[in-house]
């Protein structure tokens, strides 16, 4: 499982499309501008983004995750940000 996280708050909101897209081109060994969706025709990641309200610094209003298929691979982000890929054929660990 790969994992992308910020480095500060301040650059989460602006970074995060380019974490999950980052981290399902490395999870599946191509370049960014090699996959073959696009992530904003997947998932509405300004509806993700307002779901957890809270920063990665601060408390967030909601606990949890929200997971979607980009690419082929299994996405996760959950409350804190955090950016989870598992590739196409593997099976996310409990």
């Keep these: 499982m ?4 910020s480095g500060s708050s301040e650059t989460v909101d602006e970074d995060l499309d380019w974490q999950i897209v ?5 999870a599946k ?5 090699e996959l073959g969706e696009r992530l904003h025709d997947v ?3 300004d509806a993700v983004k307002n779901l957890f309200v809270g920063m990665p610094d601060e408390q967030s209003l909601v606990e949890g995750h929200v997971s979607f298929t980009f ?7 959950d409350d804190q ?6 590739p196409p054929g593997n099976v996310a660990a409990d």
């Design 2 to 5: 790969n994992q992308a996280r």
């Design 22 to 26: 980052t981290a399902v081109a490395d």
């Design 29 to 33: 060994g191509v370049k960014p501008l």
């Design 43 to 45: 998932v509405d990641l």
């Design 71 to 77: 690419d082929g691979c299994e996405v996760v982000v």
């Design 81 to 86: 940000w955090d950016v989870d890929v598992v």
